[in-house]
């Protein structure tokens, strides 16, 4: 069974920095694309960040120029630099990855259980 995990979530100040960890581990084949994914209370899960195995990226309007999504791909991690966090931010942040497990197999997308972040004075 696939397993991501993320970490680095916490409590900062308006205008300070977090950097979020999501590390895949189990069977994998390989992996297509990782993003992260924030869930503000009472709002609907939306895309902060993307990035594809070619290393191409996208970002949500909101957190476009303050956020940075990198990954490792030995390591099957993929990272979310933020910085200048405002309490818009605050959220449960997920990361998901589309991974195939076997050649020739279809991929199939995986989720982590959240990390919480608070931005807050």
């Known amino acids: 069974q696939v397993q991501l995990v993320e970490s680095g979530g916490g409590l900062v100040q308006p205008g300070g920095s977090l950097r979020l960890s999501c590390a895949a581990s189990g069977i994998i084949y390989s992996i297509s694309a990782m993003a992260w994914y924030r869930q503000a209370p009472g709002k609907e899960r939306e895309l902060v960040a993307g990035i594809t195995s070619g290393g191409s990226t996208n970002y949500a309007d909101s957190v476009k120029g303050r956020f940075t999504i990198s990954k490792d791909n030995a390591k099957n991690t993929v990272y979310l630099q933020m910085n200048s966090l405002k309490p818009e931010d605050t959220a449960v942040y997920y990361c998901?990855?589309?991974?195939?497990?076997?050649?020739?197999?279809?991929?199939?997308?995986?989720w982590g259980q959240g990390t919480q972040v608070t931005v807050s004075s």
């Open positions: 998901t990855a589309n991974i195939k497990q076997q050649r020739l197999r279809s991929g199939a997308d995986y």
